[in-house]
């Protein structure tokens, strides 16, 4: 994470903010499921396939916290202020649920444990000292929606608690 936060650095010269929407579409595999994969802290030992949620929801955060961070300690405006970028992350509604919940279960075993991926990847920005916003919506939709079908998003406080809408 370190080389790829090196090599990207130059590439957030005067960006004034970050809007972060990955997010891995990968179907889970049968070798996702042996138990100490299941209950590890890092496939990079196991797992080469970059569309893994540990690589798109997780690693990319660590990288974008390392850049601003960075950033943060050499850059200074006029004043002397720091000008770091503010972080908005947009995840998922099911992200705040416990992993229990029937919806946790349902994307985890399909999506390659993308839920805990997205909540380690917000803990990454909660315990970064950066200015973040994340977004946890659901519903969201491509086209025209039905009559009476809203979009339903929660706010996160800083230690990771959804406020309900």
């Known amino acids: 994470a370190a080389a790829a936060a090196a090599a990207t650095s130059h590439h957030h010269q ?6 972060a929407v ?7 595999k049968l070798s996702d499921f042996l138990p100490w994969r299941l209950l590890g802290n890092d496939p990079m030992g ?13 690693l ?10 960075a950033k943060r300690s050499q850059q ?16 998922g509604l099911s992200v705040g649920l416990p992993g229990t919940n029937p ?3 349902i994307f985890n075993t399909l999506l390659s444990l993308t839920g805990k991926w997205h909540a380690r990847g917000e803990r990454v ?12 919506p659901g519903g969201l939709a491509d086209g025209a929606r039905p009559p009476g079908v809203a979009v339903q998003a929660v706010a996160v406080n800083s230690d990771g608690t959804s406020v309900p809408p």
């Open 14 to 19: 005067g960006v004034s903010d970050v809007i």
């Open 22 to 28: 990955s997010g891995a579409l990968r179907f889970s």
């Open 76 to 91: 200074s405006d006029e004043d002397g202020e720091v000008q770091v970028p503010k972080i908005v992350r947009l995840t």
């Open 46 to 58: 196991w797992c080469s396939d970059k569309t893994h949620p540990y690589f798109v929801n997780y």
């Open 125 to 136: 920005l909660r315990q970064s000292g950066l200015d973040y916003t994340i977004l946890r």
């Open 103 to 105: 919806v946790s279960l």
């Open 60 to 69: 990319s955060m660590v990288t974008l916290a390392k850049v601003l961070s």
